[in-house]
């Protein structure tokens, strides 16, 4: 409960502090894909077979605590392909590259009052960024399901899958995680999707090496290198799909399916319209709930926008300019086929002829 | 005396330390075989205390600043050796391996992991092709194996299953190929040199269904000792250098990042020959040279101590020598 109410209050401190990160929002976001039967073992909702270790113990990747940022003119070290995951609080939109978060794969961050974490798994290339009271700050545990990121509550001991939103041991056991919207795409993407932003700064203090040489090497592999179960050849083990969630129903959008240049499609799940944005070029796919049932359109330029008559809204669904609200997110995040086939199995595949 | 502490002193200086990198947390896992030869029907017994400590993270060949990262391997080890023949003899080596594994989080908070247990045991056959009776020279071969015996299921407090590394055993069936040669200038120096090429097996049943392939690796040893009279007693001082490659490791056939590479230590070590029988010997080991692959914790010292007690079951008098 600790931790619904640590949402409650930053989603009130972000309410007050703008119009990017409604209350309500966070609010009306269905609930996360939760197991419905949570049974423990020894504690875990998960088997503890099925967890691992990584090799390197609690803590023995350094999370990020309140880095630095640098305005996006003053960033020189990321290259057009370089995939960034971004994050819009209070209005600030905050960029972190994924060399560097290989290296760190928590982020402890604030903006103003509104405290969250960035969480990143370099194994299973999946995001997700949640809202924290200022009593917690997570870590990593060392532990991988699936070869998923298990992070951890450092205040509490709470442990959570990345992936599965839940925490599976802890005080907050079985509980579900509402995260805050995030996009990923590449840094030419962002540079021509959205005006002002802020990167994370690649001196962040610690002595590492942020090329791109751990992902490289974990790519280079046909199998991950942790175990996961179970295994699903319907797509290649490390083609990148966006695994949406809607009332914890899971479906998987491969980006291979989707074209070179930006567009946006509708998509229904359990009945409810998704507008689905994509550019594989810029290895880019989010999702907003259709709750009218609309047609919009994309109108690039200096800022990406999404229109629908007189209403813009940016790539984070908040509202620009016009008289509507703030889209709502669905839950969802880029991640590696093999692993969302593992942490969902029989998961659905998005079908782009369904559409016809 | 002299002869004899000589040949004492080869059973302790030829003994092959692995200085384990990251991987497999300084565990010697076929630690101290390789026992140069002794005369017919004669029983070594050799207790070792060894302390690996890992605390330096490099990447390639640079030390990083980040003393966040820890481990420290202390393994105690029964080494027993028995000379069937002037030429034929055989090392079995038992260790109890205890390991940690410390982490500073934010805050500097600190985490421990540990485990201990019976480690992998290691049988060691060897041949003498010269005759130690008629030349100054020395020349073995010897062929073994190590069998899986330590566990490799231990775990945490969280009931979680510790990381391989982490396990007193390593879950395979390993090769071990040596040779060793010695040669006495005089009755106060000598000169030896030995290495010790380690083929592992594989782990078949790692994280329940995966297989795991530490990698190979090959340790050469070159070494020089000098004799003095301390107190009555003959003390020897020796000087190692210990050139080490280990191959990367692999799960499932692929290539496990920050793995592997090569170091070059140098080891002096002090002995002392309280008597014909018994002798102590005291050494350090440490880096002149590392560079490894990827990211890893490295050795910055290991700290050896070893009793050895000899005896001769079927001289005239079953004494010991």
């Not at chain 1, 309140?66 to 290259?79: E, G, M, Q, R, Y």
């Not at chain 1, 540079?191 to 962040?204: M, W």
């Not at chain 2, 071969?141 to 969280?158: E, F, N, R, W």
Request: charged residues 20%.
């Amino acid at each position: 409960m600790r931790f619904f109410y640590s949402i409650l209050i930053i989603g009130f401190l972000v309410r007050c502090g703008g119009k990017d990160l409604e209350f309500e929002d966070i609010l009306n976001t269905p609930p996360a894909p939760t197991d419905t039967e949570c049974t423990l073992t020894d504690g875990w909702s998960l088997p503890p077979s099925e967890i691992v270790g990584g090799g390197i113990g609690k803590e023995g990747i350094p999370s990020l605590e309140n880095p630095d940022f640098l305005h996006k003119s003053a960033t020189n070290f990321l290259s057009g392909d370089d995939l960034l995951i971004g994050v819009e609080i209070n209005g600030q939109v905050r960029l972190f590259p994924h060399r560097i978060m290989d290296r760190h794969e928590v982020a402890n961050d604030q903006v103003g009052a509104a405290k969250y974490s960035l969480t990143f798994c370099p194994l299973t290339g999946s995001t997700v960024a949640i809202s924290r009271n200022d009593d917690d700050s997570f870590g990593v545990s060392g532990l991988l399901h699936n070869s998923n990121l298990i992070y951890y509550n450092r205040a509490t001991n709470n442990f959570w899958s990345q992936m599965k939103l839940s925490s599976i041991k802890g005080e907050n056991v079985c509980e579900s995680v509402i995260p805050l919207g995030t996009v990923e795409m590449t840094w030419e993407g962002w540079q021509k999707s959205v005006a002002d932003f802020v990167v994370l700064d690649i001196n962040t203090g610690f002595d590492k090496d942020y090329s791109d040489a751990f992902s490289a090497a974990i790519l280079e592999h046909n199998t991950p290198l942790w175990p996961y179960s179970p295994k699903d050849n319907r797509l290649k083990n490390f083609e990148k799909v966006y695994v949406l969630f809607v009332d914890g129903f899971p479906k998987a959008y491969p980006l291979n399916l989707f074209d070179e240049e930006i567009k946006v499609i509708r998509d229904a799940i359990l009945g409810k319209e998704i507008i689905i944005i994509s550019n594989k070029k810029h290895e880019l796919i989010t999702a907003y709930y259709n709750v009218k049932g609309l047609n919009y359109s994309i109108r690039e330029g200096a800022e990406l926008m999404l229109m629908q008559e007189n209403n813009r809204w940016n790539i984070f669904g908040s509202l620009v300019s016009g008289a509507d609200s703030n889209l709502t997110k669905p839950q969802g995040y880029m991640a590696y086929w093999f692993s969302a086939a593992a942490m969902f199995p029989n998961i659905e595949i998005y079908n782009p002829h369904d559409q016809d | 005396m002299i002869r004899i502490s000589f040949i004492l002193l080869m059973l302790l200086i030829s003994q092959s330390v692995l200085s384990q990198n990251c991987c497999s947390g300084g565990v010697p896992i076929s630690s101290n075989i390789g026992v140069a030869p002794a005369s017919k029907n004669t029983w070594q017994t050799i207790l070792i205390g060894d302390v690996n400590f890992l605390d330096q993270l490099l990447r390639g060949p640079n030390k990083i600043n980040n003393d966040s990262r820890e481990r420290t391997t202390a393994s105690t080890l029964l080494l027993l050796n028995y000379s069937f023949s002037n030429r034929i003899s055989a090392d079995l080596t038992m260790p109890w391996v205890s390991q940690i594994r410390k982490t500073e989080g934010a805050n500097n908070a600190i985490f421990k992991e540990n485990s201990s247990g019976i480690g992998d045991i290691s049988i060691l056959l060897k041949y003498q092709l010269t005759d130690p009776q008629l030349t100054a020279s020395s020349f073995s071969l010897g062929a073994g194996i190590k069998v899986p015996s330590g566990s490799t299921d231990q775990q945490d407090s969280d009931g979680i299953t510790l990381s391989l590394d982490m396990q007193p055993g390593t879950g395979s069936i390993d090769q071990f190929y040596w040779f060793f040669y010695s040669n006495q200038f005089s009755n106060k120096t000598s000169l030896f040199l030995s290495a010790l090429f380690q083929q592992t097996g594989t782990f078949t049943n790692y994280n329940g269904s995966q297989e795991y392939k530490t990698g190979n690796s090959l340790v050469a040893r070159l070494g020089l000792n000098r004799n003095f009279i301390v107190a009555n007693y003959i003390t020897t001082l020796s000087m190692e250098f210990i050139p080490r490659k280990n191959w990367a490791d692999h799960v499932d056939n692929q290539l496990i990042p920050n793995t592997g590479g090569h170091w070059l230590f140098i080891k002096p070590a002090l002995t002392f020959n309280f008597s014909p029988s018994v002798l102590l010997n005291l050494g350090a080991e440490l880096p002149l040279y590392a560079n490894v692959d990827g990211e890893q914790l490295s050795s910055s010292k290991r700290l050896t101590i070893q009793l050895i007690h000899r005896v001769n079951t079927k001289s005239p008098l079953n004494s010991e020598l």
